[in-house]
């Protein structure tokens, strides 16, 4: 007589799980509570040490009984520990929101800021850049959600991380469904490794945004590969996914086209590995009815759509232009004089001897987890290639053959941004590699798995270590997820005291008079408000100009026919040159120098605690532009 039906669901998915994952559910709602009770007043230089201790205990309890639960409580713990990690990781992306940022962000996202609020405005739209689909994204989440379109940004890539989290083990899944592969991969996603903060960045960034969309793509594109979304109402050689694909590759081209370039790649190359599959199977068994190929479909018709659509999009715009010029002008100077490479590299790790940190230690920070999941991937291919995974394994085998495969065309594209100004590109390439490596990494993690388990056996012990090892590898990867002081980098918080400061300081700003910020000019911030302000009026304080109040006064950016000039100083700068750089360019003196100086020709002109715009008289001086060093490496 079998067991009535309540007892074998208790025994399958026992009561101590259950209760394990109320406190871990319980542990997220008052981690957030926790973040929320203490919202940022200022700029934070670290959005890890200024949030509560609480949040990070809440967090990284319900990470650890996730894992816990996933590992020992059966079929439904892995469902429901996955699930509780997975809301953790995104309570963690989410953070900014809950300590009531402002807006996070800075650089390029306060200029695609500015792009988006000009989209809701009849003189700017869809077609004005070059990649509008992020912004288009953030401003349907702005206008639905009803809140204000900075927080509409954050929102764009909080659902692209989300996106990450749910087809990186749905894309596993489609070539090897077990779900023993399926949690080592959601785990694998939730490490967020194409988030390297070189190139790649947790704040609104469009090639960032596309790269945390790509996994959407993997999936549909392996789901008509390997016939698992077969309709009786289509053709063989058609699927839903087949029909679905399109339409995802051509928003991966409004997206970001570098990115669609990486795509457009990658499917060329599936398709060949497809071709000459088929063509192996004709020659060695020509009696084969099914065309060989490991009864996959090929990927022509996709291939041939995107590389129309990509072709059309991007012919139109001139940023195009001069991403082509820029790579292939620094191919050719390393070619002709064998300088130039890794120009990136050597600027950062020049930074960081500079303030006595090796690259070698900055480069365990950033890269360890990655490099670890890029030798199990290598070492996968490697197996399949020598034939040693079984031959049931037949469509996860030729995923990884083709990802494997790819590594030969991609890896000389990613190469050529490698060498001279463009050197920075290749870590954006770096961060959509890593989209690859999490699946095949994840997929070598499941076979390496299962032969321990076989020559082993995973007991008590094993798995007590394992939970360690996945919350270390977590926080390992996780910690450099937003910039800090760990990574000697500051965050990306831009404040509100930013904002209304700049805002003052451009409207009521003498006409022709030039603005002066530390380190970066006033340029984003008046993309981000929509000032339309002369960029010959925009000026860097350099390190040298700011060693002394004399140089302070004399320094000129570029020509102005004004004696005078304004300059601003916030407590994000000094912060963030203090703190975040560990004065490697401006030092806590030249802050102090300038907010308490005795000058006549410095006078405050505005402030509202954390932002400052004072009137730097010139008259009587030389009015050329100054010629200055860079303290920097």
């Given at each position: 007589m079998s067991p009535p039906l309540r007892r074998r669901s208790e025994s399958a998915f026992p009561k101590w799980?259950?209760?394990?994952?109320?406190?871990?559910?319980?542990?997220?709602?008052?981690?957030?509570?926790?973040?929320?009770?203490?919202p940022a007043t200022g700029y934070e230089v670290s959005i890890y040490r200024a949030t509560p201790v609480a949040f990070w205990v809440g967090v990284l309890a319900a990470a650890t009984i996730g894992v816990v639960v996933a590992l020992y409580a059966g079929r439904?713990?892995?469902?429901?520990?996955?699930?509780?990690?997975?809301?953790?990781?995104?309570?963690?992306?989410?953070?900014?929101?809950?300590?009531?940022?402002?807006y996070y962000g800075t650089g390029d996202a306060l200029t695609h800021?500015?792009?988006?609020?000009?989209?809701?405005t009849p003189g700017f739209g869809f077609f004005d850049i070059i990649y509008p689909g992020g912004h288009s994204l953030a401003l349907f989440?702005?206008?639905?959600?009803?809140?204000?379109?900075?927080?509409?940004?954050?929102?764009?890539?909080?659902?692209?991380?989300?996106?990450?989290l749910v087809f990186v083990p749905l894309a596993v899944w489609v070539v090897l469904p077990d779900s023993k592969a399926v949690v080592i991969a959601a785990f694998s996603a939730m490490l967020m490794m194409p988030i390297n903060n070189i190139s790649t960045h947790p704040h609104f960034h469009a090639y960032t945004l596309t790269t945390l969309y790509f996994p959407f793509v993997l999936y549909l594109l392996f789901k008509h590969l390997t016939r698992s979304a077969e309709d009786e109402a289509l053709p063989e050689w058609l699927s839903a996914a087949s029909l679905v694909l399109p339409l995802a590759v051509t928003a991966n081209v409004f997206f970001h086209p570098q990115v669609a370039v990486n795509v457009l790649i990658f499917m060329g190359t599936v398709l060949a590995v497809g071709l000459a599959w088929r063509r192996h199977a004709r020659v060695s068994n020509p009696a084969a009815t099914d065309g060989g190929g490991r009864h996959h479909r090929l990927l022509l018709g996709q291939v041939l759509f995107l590389f129309a659509v990509l072709l059309v999009w991007a012919a139109q715009y001139r940023h195009t232009y001069i991403y082509l010029y820029n790579v292939l002008g620094s191919v050719v100077e390393f070619v002709q004089t064998g300088t130039g490479a890794g120009q990136a590299v050597a600027r950062g790790g020049g930074s960081a001897q500079s303030i006595g940190v090796s690259l070698t230690e900055?480069?365990?920070?950033?890269?360890?987890?990655?490099?670890?999941?890029?030798?199990?991937?290598?070492?996968?291919?490697?197996?399949?290639?020598?034939?040693?995974?079984?031959?049931?394994?037949?469509?996860?085998?030729?995923?990884?053959?083709?990802?494997?495969?790819?590594?030969?065309?991609?890896g000389p594209f990613f190469a050529a941004t490698f060498v001279g100004d463009v050197s920075e590109y290749f870590f954006r390439h770096l961060g959509f590699a890593m989209i690859l490596v999490a699946v095949v990494g994840s997929i070598a993690l499941y076979h390496l798995s299962e032969r321990l388990d076989g020559v082993f056996g995973f007991d008590g012990k094993a798995k007590s270590a394992l939970v360690v090892v996945v919350v270390v590898t977590m926080c390992l990867s996780l910690v450099t997820f937003f910039p800090s002081p760990y990574m000697y980098h500051p965050t990306a918080h831009s404040t509100e005291q930013q904002f209304v400061g700049y805002d003052a300081t451009l409207e009521h700003r003498a006409?022709?008079?030039?603005?002066?910020?530390?380190?970066?000019?006033?340029?984003?911030?008046?993309d981000a408000l929509n000032d339309p302000y002369d960029l010959d009026l925009q000026w860097s304080l350099n390190g040298p100009a700011a060693s002394s109040i004399e140089n302070v006064t004399r320094y000129r950016g570029s020509s102005s026919e004004r004696p005078f000039y304004y300059l601003v100083v916030s407590e994000v700068a000094r912060d963030r040159e203090v703190l975040g750089f560990k004065e490697l360019r401006y030092t806590r003196e030249d802050f102090e120098r300038i907010?308490?100086?005795?000058?006549?020709?410095?006078?405050?002109?505005?402030?509202?605690?954390?932002?400052?715009?004072?009137?730097?008289?010139?008259?009587?001086?030389?009015?050329e532009p100054t010629e200055t060093t860079d303290r920097s490496a």
């Amino acid at each position: 007589m079998s067991p009535p039906l309540r007892r074998r669901s208790e025994s399958a998915f026992p009561k101590w799980a259950r209760a394990l994952l109320l406190v871990g559910f319980l542990a997220v709602a008052g981690a957030v509570l926790a973040a929320r009770s203490k919202p940022a007043t200022g700029y934070e230089v670290s959005i890890y040490r200024a949030t509560p201790v609480a949040f990070w205990v809440g967090v990284l309890a319900a990470a650890t009984i996730g894992v816990v639960v996933a590992l020992y409580a059966g079929r439904w713990g892995r469902i429901t520990g996955v699930s509780l990690a997975g809301f953790a990781t995104m309570s963690f992306a989410a953070l900014p929101f809950f300590r009531g940022y402002y807006y996070y962000g800075t650089g390029d996202a306060l200029t695609h800021l500015g792009w988006a609020k000009a989209m809701l405005t009849p003189g700017f739209g869809f077609f004005d850049i070059i990649y509008p689909g992020g912004h288009s994204l953030a401003l349907f989440l702005s206008q639905t959600i009803g809140v204000p379109v900075r927080w509409g940004m954050m929102y764009a890539m909080l659902t692209v991380s989300l996106l990450t989290l749910v087809f990186v083990p749905l894309a596993v899944w489609v070539v090897l469904p077990d779900s023993k592969a399926v949690v080592i991969a959601a785990f694998s996603a939730m490490l967020m490794m194409p988030i390297n903060n070189i190139s790649t960045h947790p704040h609104f960034h469009a090639y960032t945004l596309t790269t945390l969309y790509f996994p959407f793509v993997l999936y549909l594109l392996f789901k008509h590969l390997t016939r698992s979304a077969e309709d009786e109402a289509l053709p063989e050689w058609l699927s839903a996914a087949s029909l679905v694909l399109p339409l995802a590759v051509t928003a991966n081209v409004f997206f970001h086209p570098q990115v669609a370039v990486n795509v457009l790649i990658f499917m060329g190359t599936v398709l060949a590995v497809g071709l000459a599959w088929r063509r192996h199977a004709r020659v060695s068994n020509p009696a084969a009815t099914d065309g060989g190929g490991r009864h996959h479909r090929l990927l022509l018709g996709q291939v041939l759509f995107l590389f129309a659509v990509l072709l059309v999009w991007a012919a139109q715009y001139r940023h195009t232009y001069i991403y082509l010029y820029n790579v292939l002008g620094s191919v050719v100077e390393f070619v002709q004089t064998g300088t130039g490479a890794g120009q990136a590299v050597a600027r950062g790790g020049g930074s960081a001897q500079s303030i006595g940190v090796s690259l070698t230690e900055l480069f365990a920070k950033l890269f360890l987890v990655n490099t670890a999941y890029i030798a199990l991937a290598g070492g996968l291919v490697a197996a399949i290639a020598y034939g040693t995974i079984h031959e049931r394994y037949a469509d996860s085998n030729s995923a990884v053959t083709y990802i494997g495969a790819s590594a030969l065309t991609l890896g000389p594209f990613f190469a050529a941004t490698f060498v001279g100004d463009v050197s920075e590109y290749f870590f954006r390439h770096l961060g959509f590699a890593m989209i690859l490596v999490a699946v095949v990494g994840s997929i070598a993690l499941y076979h390496l798995s299962e032969r321990l388990d076989g020559v082993f056996g995973f007991d008590g012990k094993a798995k007590s270590a394992l939970v360690v090892v996945v919350v270390v590898t977590m926080c390992l990867s996780l910690v450099t997820f937003f910039p800090s002081p760990y990574m000697y980098h500051p965050t990306a918080h831009s404040t509100e005291q930013q904002f209304v400061g700049y805002d003052a300081t451009l409207e009521h700003r003498a006409e022709g008079a030039a603005i002066a910020g530390i380190r970066h000019g006033p340029g984003r911030f008046t993309d981000a408000l929509n000032d339309p302000y002369d960029l010959d009026l925009q000026w860097s304080l350099n390190g040298p100009a700011a060693s002394s109040i004399e140089n302070v006064t004399r320094y000129r950016g570029s020509s102005s026919e004004r004696p005078f000039y304004y300059l601003v100083v916030s407590e994000v700068a000094r912060d963030r040159e203090v703190l975040g750089f560990k004065e490697l360019r401006y030092t806590r003196e030249d802050f102090e120098r300038i907010e308490q100086g005795t000058n006549p020709r410095l006078s405050l002109v505005q402030t509202n605690g954390e932002f400052a715009t004072y009137y730097v008289d010139q008259r009587g001086y030389n009015l050329e532009p100054t010629e200055t060093t860079d303290r920097s490496a």
